[in-house]
T-cell receptor, first 116, second 117 residues
Framework: AQSVAQPEDQVNVAEGNPLTVKCTYS??????LFWYVQYPNRGLQFLLK??????LVKGSYGFEAEFNKSQTSFHLKKPSALVSDSALYFC??????????????FGKGTKLSVKP | NAGVTQTPKFRVLKTGQSMTLLCAQD?????MYWYRQDPGMGLRLIHY???????AKGEVPDGYNVSRLKKQNFLLGLESAAPSQTSVYFC????????????????FGEGSRLTVL
């Protein structure tokens, strides 16, 4: 079965410092990977996706993610964190089995806290 | 520019009562989804639809029913609510990609917080 894991429940970063939110995946074949962000009391918003091609994917709000096939990882990164980046971040993989129509399988989420 | 709209936003039910959550999207998307979000559990797919008149079960369908009579609407019903269905429910939609499957870029509503006493 396909899955993603987010090993950290929470990540704390000082404003201005680089941030990394980790995600590892387990799939057969080539993965389609996604990152979503959820601000308090809001729905999830799409940030970026990896389908194929360049291993470094750029997305919204200055975020980027690096696909690493050998380490089966898709970590979310930002060079300089903002207090407004504080939110819940979800990694997801597209399910390609069982007639699922490519539904997304979400990780459990990582809470990012950026302190001034 | 409404996107995905969910009603109601909040609801309190007693065990055994029934209710319906309504989701409406104005983007002409084929795919629509209902998820529930619980602390430490991430998002779990309840039911989904790949087009008007079609529905399918997701990961946690028990205790829920859905209908998609119109392309823009996706209804989630609870026939006999249980405390275990206390959760935040999210509706989402996505368009069809060139392969015929969904693109994976989901648009979410603001959520509906349901409490079952």
């Amino acid at each position: 079965a396909q899955s993603v894991a987010q090993p950290e429940d929470q990540v704390n970063v000082a404003e201005g410092n680089p941030l990394t939110v980790k995600c590892t995946y387990s799939v057969s074949g080539n993965p389609y990977l996604f990152w979503y962000v959820q601000y308090p009391n809001r729905g999830l918003q799409f940030l970026l996706k990896y389908i194929t091609g360049d291993n470094l994917v750029k997305g919204s709000y200055g975020f980027e993610a690096e696909f690493n096939k050998s380490q089966t990882s898709f970590h979310l990164k930002k060079p300089s964190a903002l207090v407004s980046d504080s939110a819940l971040y979800f990694c997801a993989v597209r399910d390609i089995y069982g007639g699922s129509q490519g539904n997304l399988i979400f990780g459990k989420g990582t809470k990012l806290s950026v302190k001034p | 520019n409404a996107g995905v709209t969910q009603t109601p936003k909040f609801r309190v039910l007693k065990t055994g009562q029934s209710m319906t959550l309504l989701c409406a999207q104005d983007m002409n998307h084929e795919y629509m989804y209902w998820y529930r979000q619980d602390p430490g559990m991430g998002l779990r797919l309840i039911h989904y639809s790949v087009g008007e008149g079609t529905t399918a079960k997701g990961e946690v369908p028990d205790g829920y029913n859905v209908s998609r009579l119109k392309k823009q609407n996706f209804l989630l019903g609870l026939e006999s609510a249980a405390p275990s269905q206390t959760s935040v429910y999210f509706c989402a939609s996505s368009r069809t990609g060139v392969s015929g499957a969904n693109t994976g870029e989901l648009f979410f509503g603001e959520g509906s917080r349901l409490t079952v006493l």
